[in-house]
T-cell receptor
Framework: GAVVSQHPSRVICKSGTSVKIECRSL??????MFWYRQFPKQSLMLMATSNEGSKATYEQGVEKDKFLINHASLTLSTLTVTSAHPEDSSFYIC????????????FGPGTRLTVT | GQNIDQPTEMTATEGAIVQINCTYQ??????LFWYQQHAGEAPTFLSYNVLDGLEEKGRFSSFLSRSKGYSYLLLKELQMKDSASYLC??????????WGAGTKLIIKP
């Protein structure tokens, strides 16, 4: 149980275009979903936290107008990188939390974004 | 500020035992996680400690001392597939997960 999927797994886009990444909890309802970014040889950096039906909470330094997050249902959250630039190239990982007392976050497999 | 420290890199031999330490200073504490992350992949859950003591799960064990702000992950009978980064993360008083930078473990034959 507790499977989280992400789509696409890899995407290459041109500078200035937008890219949407989907994160789905397949067998449980996620009260909260998290979006992380990870640059090579670095740890996970939390970008934002989203709760179903409400606006996402962004971490300091993360532009909310550039990284649009929609958490429309208890099983789906999307991250849209708008007007992508080469410096946005990174590994984007989502995780989902069911709200149980273990506080465990279940991670998606990640999306490798390359902006050319 | 909030801070989690763990060694950047460790090397061990196949079949041996290795201990990866993690110290933390956070605003509140609601548990500590260890995750394993292979290169190019997302993290996978290894353990969760919220009470002091040792939790054993197969070849992996995790220890917590809340009074010392300290945890370690113990890996026994090391296998080549254990080569990965090991991430320590603490849930603070706001129930936010604070991540360490990770320890890259290199296993040599």
């Amino acid at each position: 149980g507790a499977v989280v999927s992400q789509h696409p797994s890899r995407v290459i886009c041109k500078s200035g275009t937008s890219v949407k990444i989907e994160c789905r909890s397949l067998d449980f309802q996620a009260t909260t979903m998290f979006w992380y970014r990870q640059f090579p040889k670095q740890s996970l950096m939390l970008m934002a936290t989203s709760n179903e039906g409400s606006k996402a909470t962004y971490e300091q330094g993360v532009e909310k107008d550039k990284f649009l997050i929609n958490h429309a249902s208890l099983t789906l959250s999307t991250l849209t990188v708008t007007s992508a630039h080469p410096e946005d190239s990174s590994f984007y990982i989502c995780s989902a939390y069911s709200g149980d007392r273990s506080y465990e976050q279940y991670f998606g497999p990640g999306t490798r974004l390359t902006v050319t | 500020g909030q801070n989690i420290d763990q060694p950047t890199e460790m090397t061990a031999t196949e079949g041996a035992i290795v201990q990866i330490n993690c110290t933390y200073q956070t605003s509140g504490f609601n548990g500590l996680f260890w995750y394993q992350q292979h290169a190019g992949e997302a993290p996978t859950f290894l353990s969760y400690n919220v009470l002091d003591g040792l939790e054993e799960k197969g070849r992996f064990s995790s220890f917590l001392s809340r009074s010392k702000g300290y945890s370690y992950l113990l890996l026994k009978e090391l296998q080549m597939k254990d080569s990965a980064s090991y991430l320590c993360a603490v849930i603070d008083s706001n129930y936010q997960l604070i991540w360490g930078a990770g320890t890259k473990l290199i296993i040599k034959p």
